[in-house]
């Protein structure tokens, strides 16, 4: 009976760490055997429902997980017997756009493990542009933003081609965008337009002053080549692009 009681009583200790320990209204506990932060958007304002998750450096099964409350802040205790142990913590914000759903990756300031023995105070941030930290060695990481994958077709010399994205609504995170135009960067036959904030475009293509036609190819099927193209983006498998739009630049339709 007292191995059942112990049993019960290490389940239901281990639930509440897998839970975490989100203080919605008052300060969050900090210091040894607590990693605690807030998340916020780029102008500063709190951001509730966020997900914070950390892991165990070695024991990836040891995973803890909180949610932020209103004030944008968590606070997630550690198991005792694993204070000591070295932690990494990211978080993601989940965001509807446009009838899509999207999973947006966290700035933290802190990018290095971190000792249970000491405990974290680990702030994050809502970014459209920048680069994500590395997931491994030699590994880029994501961008914030999205990318605009263009290949050239039928002969376009993407080096003298430029891109237009002109927003066609508020942006995910309800800010305003201008309409911008701009080179892709060319990698050997690659060319793209990278941390264009997510939303929704109409994108159009010149070589010099001439309009080119798009092929697209974001959902996988091509369809036939048009001057403009209206498009959001969609979850890319390719390391780099979270979310892309990805299309041929032609000359000819």
């Not at 290949?151 to 237009?164: F, L």
């Not at 403009?228 to 979270?242: H, I, S, T």
Request: proline share 6%; glycine share 12%.
């Amino acid at each position: 009976m007292k191995k059942q009681m112990r049993l019960l009583i290490l389940l239901l200790y281990t639930g509440s760490l897998l839970q975490g320990c989100d203080k919605q209204d008052g300060e969050e506990a900090t210091g040894p055997g607590f990693v605690s932060g807030r998340v916020t958007n780029v102008q500063g304002q709190p951001l509730q429902g966020a997900e914070i998750v950390v892991r165990h450096v070695f024991s990836h099964q040891t995973i803890l997980k909180a949610v932020t409350g209103k004030k944008g802040k968590y606070s997630i205790a550690l198991p005792p017997e694993q204070e000591r142990d070295e932690w990494t913590v990211n978080g993601n914000y989940k965001l509807i756009y446009d009838g899509k759903e999207y999973i947006m990756e966290l700035d933290g300031d802190l990018r290095a493990p971190f000792s249970g023995s000491t405990g974290a105070v680990v702030n994050f941030v809502l970014k459209q542009s920048g680069r994500q930290p590395s997931g491994g060695p030699g590994a880029p990481g994501r961008f914030f933003g999205g990318v605009i994958s263009c290949y050239p077709g039928d002969g376009a010399d993407m080096s003298k081609v430029t891109i237009t994205a002109r927003p066609l609504q508020p942006l995910i995170d309800g800010s305003m965008a201008q309409t911008k135009t701009l080179r892709p960067e060319l990698e050997a036959d690659l060319s793209w337009v990278v941390n264009v904030p997510i939303g929704l475009y109409e994108i159009s293509a010149r070589e010099s002053n001439s309009m080119l036609y798009l092929r697209d190819y974001t959902r996988g099927i091509p369809d036939s080549g048009v001057t403009r193209l209206v498009r959001q983006f969609e979850p890319c498998p390719v390391n780099g692009a979270g979310y892309w739009i990805k299309f041929d630049v032609l000359k000819n339709q």
